[in-house]
């Protein structure tokens, strides 16, 4: 919840969880975000005061509102959470029940069943009302922890929490408050009123019992509700000490009536207030701090000063007699300890600062004297005693820190403080064990009890044994000076008089003691072991010394083995002390029971030292005199008791466990042949004295010692070589069946020790297992007995993937421990816990080595031997026909109570179902059984829950991590898998159709929970490896076609929810690999937002993202806040490469090349070196080394360098992948955000900016020449596409401009525009970036330089846009000059100031930039690469015409190559013809090239050195243009690839469009260039004739098209003289004459209709030019009198003047059309648009984006139109001045016959031809048709309705004049 907000839900549950989070976010998380307001926190605790004081007490009962909610049923009630409503009879009842059941408000249990209704999500399978009773429960938990926390966060003298001081302060107070008000003694009452039976019996009558896993549940949160109440006591005692009337009820209390458990010891609850009891009388912080006077006192026993008078009333010794023999018996244990407690706090008191007494002057001196008399009374009234048996007989003071620093204080501060006591328990312990002696040897028996000081030691063995805080280094702080004061326990804060006393208290141990007190003695210093100074203590030759105990335990064994029965009932002589363990006896050795127990200390010491120290245990195995390890060993193989052998094994495992002593033990093991078949041994033990007697220690032990050698060093292969076979068969035969296997059928005194058994039998078989890799060599040779047997796990491998006895137990012990584990806590669930864990682990193990198995067996020729774990495990098993992946599943609803085993069982199914078979078997199996489904994945949920973002590094997140990486690798299998059943999907239908709703709750509701909390405070912190991992599920959920829509849909409605994220911005400089990963995911996640809201039009989910990525929402100024931009900002684009050390001992080269064997891939991208693999490979080069020790040691040293070296490598390459990932995301979100946003959300003004501002941060963002690869070429990539969304970009706001280009352009970017300016650096910067990464990537990946000159092509175009048929129309600047020679263009003043800029940063560059464009235009890099070079060449000389550029390219060689390359082309270009094209790749780069000719020939200059270099001629030699396919072959134009006739288009168009080029510069008068052209035409007149002969008016648009280009070209180079001449010496040039004149009656005959307005072809725009071409031709032929037959061109002409004067009428109106469309689109519905230009509008589900695509279209279509009547009237016009000219040829000519003799018969058929020329023209040539032929000319110059008026009358006249 928000902390900031009050709850407005008052039931009994809600309030009390949001009180206890608030607590927490400010005690416990302050540190990790912004820090909250005080004043906040101040008001809810006040709120809440008034609870704390009425503590654990409910609303009463009312009447009045019990009968208004029974009125509710019909009239409705008020509630605050939901307002008014009416209730069901069904709730009523309810809400009554539950007030009568818990004596609360009918209203508050309203409210309550309210919130268990909107919780049964959470909680499925329980009904309301029982969920109601679990959330009550909960709801007092709560409470009580907050009430706890509250009082441990108070300032006081044990400890301090890191919250900010005033918060510190004001909590302080407030609890001091609450204290005064007596919230104490009401945590008291509540405790009382609390009890569990009477509880449990009040849900029993109203049959409120939830079911058994939900029951446990329960009581464990009702128990832990009262340990939090007594740790509210705890807590106030340990940080202030009690008030006087607290403390006095609570020794009261705790003296009368203390609960204990089932083994007499006290029970969690009085343990805690029994510990508050000694806190509260506790000043030890005078000597444990350095403030301690100024701590003292805020202490009650210092600032009240009745108080110590008063316990001196309670606890003298003298003051009970009033009390009975059975009181004080039951409370004396606990006066005893409060005595000693207090005994010693005053003598600390007497011994405190004078001023801190003098602040007590009120107490008296005889008040203070009374310590030694406490104390005394303390001893004899047994307070060590009570303080073994009651409070450290069980494991709950190790458990809490603070218990056991009481408890080591206490027992030091006796010790330092009570010196003299000790030595007086010491001095009466030994006369009674003396006296007990003289009995003993008088036959007298000793009635004697246990010696006091037997007590204190067991209390220091009890206490040290579990240790983590290692308080007992304060007992050896005096034996080293240096470690005086680096440790805060006890004495830090003193000089070294306290540590002396201790010291000297331990090396007391060390004098000659009685044989009583020797084991005591032995085992308090075993617990208080510590390196160094233990073993300096034992090594010195004393009377308790290592050397003594040693020899004394070989002389033992020499005895034995002297005399084969050493135990005896007789009596025995008296002990003779610590060196007399045992000795020479006359006769026959008999040993005591005190002796063997002396023994097991002295061992138990052994064992102790040597796993503190490892000096020590090499010392002890080295030893030759001592031989410790072959007498402990010969020892097991005598007749000792049992619990000797047992502590034997022990302390064998204990030295064992070292790796330098781990072969010794080996080898003496194995020569003592303890599990020898042909010897009893340990099977006779086992079978004949521990079945026997119930118990096991003595093969537990063994176990531990195989586990302790198997974990010290590698198992040895050739153990027992020369006796047996080599290797541990014996061993695993011995621990598999005698141990393992009959265990659950073996009786237990204890129960626990079955699961002990078990467990550690699990634990030795994982640890065998772990270390073993499968190989072929292992597998026995067929019929015959193997040389050497394999490893222990091999043996067990075979057995798990077979189906084995071994499988069997592992199975059954898996379903039998978490059925016990799912009940009630027992006091063997240790053990359980630990046997569940083992076996999971082993099953995850072999299953990980199944597949190495198989392929060792495979190799071997023993497969039939495997079966295989991942098909067993599967087996149906037990009454419900389940299996063990089932139980696996079962396992994580534990996750609460073993968050280990959820983790290992989350481990075990990640690696069962990565099989496809078994994620198919588990969904076939829990499918269709709904409960079950339900529970399988509630216990997924359950799991992700506790592991959350607010729970801790440990088991449990790793469980939660598990589960998510579970989902991840089940999600990519087919629909319908497990991961969809997990996450919510439905499972029996499609599942894109699913619904994900907030009920039932799934994994994604709970991993949705778990990234909104990550994200809950605003704070920076860095992401968890779950965090992680959520956000990579939310992307693959997003990216999936299956379930992608309705994943979306649910995080829609979770508040937009990948928005949000998105705007959760980090700081990218000091992010760690994960915090970048996470976001990398996030945005990548909602990359595939955008585009699948785009996508559906879902305007709302992309107008949240566009806000959150953009910043739409935000005005212009504060653009800076863009998501998008700080993304980007502070990401790292490079990663240093890990520098690589000086090898001393290595060869660097062959280094290199293994590290190189051991790279393996990645999931995302690159190769990581396999440290395994690395380690694995040099280990076996050290085994095979031949070397002594220091020089094997040097090898190892430097292993481990490289080692690290490989480390810091796989970091920095992992670094680099999740940079270019991150990255990657980015681009993603950058690019389709700009692909998909409407206008409507994302206006082009604010697009325009941003994608000049990322243009900007991105090109300033990325060095060139240091970027990553990787990170370049996607750099690049994003920087094209940002360009071409920003040309898009101005195109699109040109076209809805009115303005011309010149002045749109200086509004876009002119002074305006205060973010683009052209004077401004954004351009230039951009266009010099782009360019100098294009003058530095020359060694970078092809794909970087092809996305640069991408982007220098976009950016080129922006500045020469090119108008489109879809822009308003507008005057062209160009000149007849400027189109002759492209070279003398002038721009105008707008342009100029434009182009300048660009022309001025790519001359800065100079003829460099023009090299390596060149370079590339010319180079062997990819096709696509040189494509766009070119097109960039093309346009900078566009741009430039005048550009030395062309200087560059002829004068270094760069054109001449150019043009070679086109002939190197040919061959490609004949396979590109072939009818299955292997690649179209060269026709492209062909078509680039010719375009870039094309380009140059539009200059002079240029045009002249391309005639020169023989640009003609090579084109001539192409044979790939003689190929011409076949005309009439039929054109699949569904195909991708294009026909073979646009094909060939494409290699001819642009090898006649440079011919027209050069005519065009050049002029057809130019001999040299005609000459050239013709022989490129007649070097392929095979391909011409075809063309020409098939054309026709009904010709496909390839074939117009070709027709078209050759009639252009040939029209205007043969058209004159030059052609004329040509003709009469070409017999090829005529046939192409011929042709083209027989073209133009075939054309003229059938114009093409003009009556379709909705006709978007170009065939009459073709047609029509054809017609120019060939009219110009003939007209030219003509004047040039060069072919006869060009006479019936003109008649011909004549008869098409009518059609074409009809078809510009047509055109007109269809003109006129389409402008009053384009007219009246604005206004149009968009069903009429949509009717109007087609249903395939652009965006036609959009009215702005349908209309704006209308309007583009119709513009387009009104541009053809105005296209197509032009080309009409030009044709018209052309056919008048061809008719002309015929007739002026025919008419003046026909005057011969006249004006001469007369001739011959062609004069008389010259005049027939001219009188029929005559009528036709006085036909045609009427007034109207005139006025028709005039009017074409009305939007034309004048000068050219002169010219056709000049014309026409030259007509008329030769008509009218004509002679005949």
């Not at 002796?595 to 195995?621: H, K, N, S, T």
Request: charged content about 20%; some cysteine.
């Amino acid at each position: 919840m928000d902390i900031n907000e009050g709850t407005t839900t008052e039931d009994l549950w809600t309030p009390y969880k949001e009180l206890v989070a608030v607590v927490d976010s400010y005690l416990a998380n302050e540190g990790l975000g912004v820090p909250y307001a005080v004043h906040t926190f101040e008001s809810i605790l006040r709120r809440h005061k008034q609870t704390f004081l009425a503590l654990l007490k409910n609303p009463v009962k009312n009447q009045a509102s019990r009968e208004e909610i029974k009125r509710g049923i019909t009239e409705g009630v008020n509630l605050p959470s939901i307002g008014k409503t009416l209730l069901s009879k069904e709730l009523v009842d309810e809400a009554i029940i539950l007030s009568d059941m818990y004596n609360a408000n009918e209203y508050a249990c309203l409210e309550l069943l309210h919130t268990a209704q909107r919780q049964t999500a959470r909680r499925p399978g329980l009904a309301r009302g029982l969920l109601a009773v679990i959330l009550y429960y909960d709801g007092r938990r709560s409470l009580v922890q907050a009430l706890r926390d509250l009082v441990m966060a108070r300032d006081g003298v044990s400890w301090s929490i890191s919250a900010r001081e005033e918060i510190v302060n004001y909590v302080s107070r407030y609890v001091e408050q609450l204290v005064s008000d007596g919230v104490l003694g009401a945590a008291l009452d509540a405790l009382r009123r609390t009890a569990i039976e009477p509880e449990l019996e009040v849900l029993r009558r109203y049959r409120a019992l939830p079911p058994r896993r939900y029951y446990n549940r329960m009581m464990i949160t009702m128990q832990t509700t009262r340990k939090l109440l007594a740790g509210v006591i705890f807590a106030a005692s340990a940080q202030r000490g009690l008030e006087r009337d607290i403390l006095i009820r609570l020794l009261s209390e705790q003296m009368s009536s203390p609960s204990r458990g089932a083994t007499g010891a006290l029970d969690e609850i009085s343990l805690a207030l029994q510990m508050a009891l000694l806190y509260a009388i506790d000043l030890s912080v005078l000597h444990r701090r350095e403030d301690g006077e100024e701590l003292a006192k805020k202490l009650p026993l210092i600032q009240d000063p009745d108080l110590i008078a008063v316990l001196l009333d309670e606890l003298s010794p003298t003051g009970q007699s009033n009390q009975t023999q059975e009181s004080e018996e039951k409370s004396g244990g606990l006066k005893a300890l409060c005595q000693l407690a207090f005994g010693l706090a005053l003598a600390a008191l007497k011994r405190a600062p004078v001023s801190l007494l003098r602040r007590s002057s009120e107490l008296k001196c005889e008040l203070l004297d009374q310590d030694e008399i406490l104390v005394d009374a303390a001893i004899d009234g047994g307070a060590f005693e009570y303080l073994e048996e009651a409070i450290l007989s069980t494991d709950m003071v190790a458990a809490e820190e603070w218990y056991q620093r009481r408890v080591h204080s206490l027992i030091t501060d006796f010790i330092v403080l009570m010196h003299s006591k000790l030595m007086e328990m010491r001095v009466k312990a030994e006369e009674a064990a003396r006296a007990a002696a003289a009995c003993a040897a008088e036959g007298v028996s000793g009635g004697a009890r246990r010696p006091r000081l037997l007590a204190l030691l067991r209390c220091v063995e009890r206490l040290y044994a579990r240790d983590p805080l290692r308080l007992r280094d304060d007992y050896w702080r005096a034996a080293d000076h240096t470690h005086a004061h680096t440790r805060g326990g006890a004495g830090a804060g003193v000089g070294g008089g306290r540590a002396a006393v201790l010291y000297k208290w331990v090396r007391a141990s060390g004098e000659v003691v009685v044989a009583a007190l020797l084991g005591g003695y032995l085992r308090a210093l075993a617990a208080l072991a510590v390196p160094r100074h233990t073993w300096a203590l034992l090594a010195r030759r004393d009377a308790l010394s290592a050397h003594h105990l040693l020899t004394a335990l070989a002389l033992y064994h020499r005895n034995l083995r002297a005399d084969p029965s050493p135990l005896s009932e007789l009596s025995h002589a008296p002990s003779l002390g610590a060196s007399g363990l045992a000795g020479a006896r006359p006769a026959r050795l008999l040993v005591r029971q005190e002796e063997v127990e002396a023994m097991i200390a002295a061992l138990r010491l052994i064992a102790a030292v040597a796993r503190e120290d490892e000096a020590a245990c090499a010392a002890i195995c080295d030893n030759m005199q001592w031989d410790a390890v072959n007498v402990m060993f010969g020892l097991i193989c005598c007749a000792v008791p049992l619990a000797l052998k047992a502590e034997l094994a022990g302390a064998l495992a204990a030295l064992g466990g070292r790796a330098g002593a781990a072969p010794r033990v080996w080898a003496a093991l194995d020569a003592a042949h303890l599990v020898a078949a042909d010897r009893r041994a340990l099977a006779a033990d086992l079978e004949e004295v521990e079945c026997r007697m119930e118990e096991y220690p003595l093969s537990r032990a063994f176990v531990e010692l195989l586990t302790s050698l198997s974990g010290a060093a590698p198992v040895p292969r050739a153990l027992g070589a020369g006796a047996r076979a080599p290797g541990l068969d014996p061993y695993v035969h011995h621990v598999v069946t005698r141990i393992a296997l009959p265990a659950p059928h073996r009786n237990y005194r204890q129960p626990h020790e079955k699961w002990q058994v078990l467990s550690l039998c699990f634990r030795l078989f994982v640890k065998w297992l772990d270390a073993y890799e499968p190989a072929a060599s292992d597998f026995p040779p067929p019929h015959a007995e193997p040389d050497i047997n394999p490893p222990p796990g091999f043996r067990l491998l075979i057995q798990l993937h077979t189906d084995s006895e071994l499988l069997r137990l592992t199975l059954i012990t898996l379903d039998e421990a978490y059925e016990l584990m799912d009940r009630q806590p027992s006091p063997e669930q240790v053990y359980i816990e630990e046997t569940l864990n083992s076996v999971l682990q082993l099953l995850e193990r072999a299953l990980t080595l199944e597949r190495p198995l198989n392929t060792a067996a495979a190799a071997a020729g023993r497969a039939a031997l495997v079966v295989g774990l991942s098909k067993l495990i599967l087996a149906p098993s037990g009454t419900d026909s389940g299996d063990r992946l089932v139980t696996c599943c079962r396992v994580l609803q534990l996750v609460s109570v073993a968050p280990t085993v959820a983790a290992r069982a989350v481990a075990l199914l990640c690696r069962a179902l990565a099989v496809p078979a078994a994620p198919r078997h588990l969904l076939e199996t829990v499918a269709h059984r709904h409960q079950l489904a339900n529970e399988i994945r509630q216990g997924f949920v359950e799991c992700l829950e506790a592991g959350g973002e607010a729970a801790e590094a440990g088991p449990a997140r790793g469980a939660a991590e598990g589960v998510v990486a579970l989902l991840l690798q089940l999600l990519p299998a087919a629909p319908h898998n497990l991961a969809h059943l997990l996450l919510g999907y439905q499972v029996t239908d499609d599942v894109s159709r699913s619904v994900l709703s907030e009920t039932p709750r799934t994994c994604l509701h709970a991993i949705l929970d778990i990234l909104d909390a990550f994200i809950a405070d605003n704070s920076e912190k860095e992401a968890s490896t779950l965090v992680e991992s959520g956000y990579r599920l939310v992307y693959w959920l997003c990216a999936r076609a299956a379930t992608s829509a309705p994943a979306l849909r649910l995080l829609r409605a979770r508040d937009y929810f990948l928005a949000r994220h998105l705007k959760a911005t980090i700081n990218l400089e000091k992010a760690s690999m994960s915090s970048i990963s996470a976001r990398s995911w996030v945005v990548r996640a909602c990359a595939c937002e955008a585009g699948a809201a785009g996508a559906s039009a879902h305007a709302a989910a992309l107008a949240a993202l566009l806000a959150a990525a953009a910043g739409t929402h935000r005005p212009p100024q504060e653009w800076e806040w863009c998501v998008l931009r700080k993304l980007l900002e502070g990401l790292a684009v490079r990663a240093e490469p890990a520098p690589e050390p000086r090898w001393e001992l290595f060869h660097a080269h062959q280094l290199r090349q293994a590290l190189a064997e051991c790279d393996l891939p990645t999931g995302l991208g690159g190769k990581r070196i396999s440290v395994t693999r690395v380690h694995a490979l040099l280990s076996r080069e050290l085994a095979s080394l031949r070397a002594s020790a220091p020089q094997r040691n040097l090898v190892a040293q430097e292993i481990q360098k490289v080692l690290d070296y490989v480390t810091e490598v796989n970091k920095q390459r992992n670094l680099a992948a999740t940079l270019t990932h991150y990255y990657d995301s980015w681009r993603q979100l950058t690019e389709i955000i700009f692909c998909v946003a409407p206008q409507d959300l994302l206006s082009l003004d604010t697009r325009k900016n941003l994608l000049l501002n990322i243009l900007q941060d991105l090109l300033n963002k990325i060095p060139p020449t240091e970027v990553l690869p990787q990170i370049g070429n996607l750099a690049s990539g994003t920087i094209l596409l940002l360009l071409v969304n920003l040309r898009h970009c101005y195109i699109l706001q040109k076209r809805e401009s009115s303005l011309k280009s010149s002045e749109f352009e200086a509004s876009f970017f002119g002074p305006s525009n205060q973010i683009m300016q052209t004077k401004s650096l954004t351009l230039k910067f951009i266009l010099h970036k782009i360019l100098s990464w294009i003058m530095v990537s020359g060694a970078c990946t092809q794909k970087m330089r092809v996305n640069l000159y991408g982007a220098l092509l976009n950016f080129l175009n922006i500045v020469n846009l090119k108008p489109s048929a879809a822009d308003p129309e507008e005057e062209v600047n160009t000149t007849y000059v400027s189109r002759l020679d492209s070279s003398r263009v002038k721009p105008s003043k707008e342009e100029s100031t434009l182009k300048s800029m660009v022309i001025d940063v790519i001359d800065s560059f100079g003829e460099s930039l023009c090299a390596v464009v060149c370079s590339d235009c010319i180079g062997g890099g990819h096709d696509v690469c040189r494509m766009v070079a070119l097109s960039c060449l093309d346009t900078l000389i566009e741009i430039n015409p005048a550009t030395d550029w062309l200087h560059v390219l002829t004068n270094q060689g760069y054109l001449r190559s150019l043009i070679d390359s086109l002939i190197q082309d040919d061959e490609g270009l004949k396979e590109a013809l072939e009818p299955n094209p292997k690649s179209l790749r060269v026709l492209y780069v062909y078509e680039s090239k010719m375009a870039l000719l094309v380009r140059l020939a539009g200059s002079r200059g240029a045009a002249e050195t391309l005639l020169a270099a023989g640009a003609l001629s090579a084109l001539a030699q192409l044979t790939a243009l003689a190929a011409h396919p076949d005309v009439h072959a039929p054109a699949d134009q569904r195909a991708f690839v294009p026909p073979a006739a646009e094909r060939f288009r494409q290699i001819l168009s642009p090898a006649l469009a440079l011919c027209d080029a050069l005519l065009t510069t050049l002029g057809a008068d130019n001999y040299s260039l005609v000459l050239q052209i013709t022989h490129l035409l007649l070097a392929h007149l095979e391909c011409v004739d075809m063309i020409l002969r098939a054309a026709h008016p009904h010709s496909s648009l390839t074939l117009l098209r070709e027709a078209e280009a050759v009639c252009c070209v040939a029209s205007r180079a043969w058209g004159g003289a030059a052609g004329a001449a040509l003709a009469a010496d070409a017999a090829g040039v005529r046939r192409v004459r011929a042709l083209l004149l027989a073209l133009l009656p075939r054309f003229a005959a059938a114009p093409p209709p003009a009556d379709s307005p909705d006709d978007d072809s170009d065939t009459a725009d073709l047609h029509y030019k054809i017609l120019c071409h060939l009219l110009l031709f003939a007209r030219g032929s003509l004047e040039s009198g060069a072919d006869e037959s060009s006479a019936g061109a003109g008649r011909a002409a004549l008869a098409l003047l009518r059609p074409l004067l009809r078809a510009v009428h047509a055109h007109r109106k269809l003109l006129a059309t389409v402008t009053t469309q384009l007219h009246n689109a604005p206004s149009m519905t968009l069903p009429d648009i949509k009717k109007l230009v087609g249903g395939d509008v652009s965006g036609a589900g959009n009215d702005t984006n349908g209309r704006a695509g209308a309007v583009s279209r119709l513009r387009a279509r009104a541009l053809r139109r105005r296209r197509e009547l032009t080309r009409c009237e030009l044709a018209a016009h052309a056919a008048l001045y061809l008719v002309w000219a015929h007739a002026r040829r025919q008419l003046r000519t026909a005057l011969a016959p006249h004006c001469e003799p007369k001739g011959t018969a062609l004069s008389v058929g010259g005049a027939e031809e001219a009188t029929e020329l005559r009528k036709e023209l006085i036909a045609v040539f009427s007034d109207r048709f005139t006025d028709d032929l005039l009017d074409t000319t009305k939007n034309q110059p004048a000068v050219q309705r002169g010219f056709l008026e000049v014309l026409i009358k030259d007509i008329r006249t030769m008509v009218q004049f004509s002679p005949l």
